[in-house]
């Protein structure tokens, strides 16, 4: 079994910061991505950040320049340093796996951030 356990999310003001975190426990293949997605109310879940095992990232528009993702293989953890947040950040935050030779995807449950204006 492989569980993803989010952290890190809360209630902030607009321009603060947070860092969301998210460990991998189990067996889980070494080739693979770790990304964050969002979903707001009344939206569609999208893709925030990216990144790969040679560590290549991808991030929406949206937060370019403002969010950051990076990994810890050695520790299975990958973590979203999020600065400069807006209201309109806010969102249920999940944490995913993207196995590449299996395609096959892991999700964490969700961790709220709630940026306030």
């Known amino acids: 079994q492989v569980q993803l356990v989010e952290s890190g999310g809360g209630l902030v003001q607009a321009g603060g910061s947070l860092r969301l975190s998210c460990a991998a426990s189990g067996s889980i293949f070494s080739i693979n991505t770790r990304g964050w997605y969002r979903q707001a109310p009344g939206k569609q879940r999208e893709l925030v950040a990216a990144?790969?095992?040679?560590?290549?990232?991808n991030y929406a528009d949206s937060v370019k320049g403002r969010f950051t993702i990076s990994r810890d293989n050695a520790k299975n953890t990958v973590y979203l340093q999020m600065n400069n947040l807006k209201p309109e950040d806010t969102a249920v935050y999940y944490c995913n796996i993207h196995l590449l030779l299996r395609q096959y995807d892991y999700w964490g449950q969700g961790t709220q951030v709630t940026v306030s204006s």
């Open positions: 990144i790969t095992n040679s560590g290549s990232t």
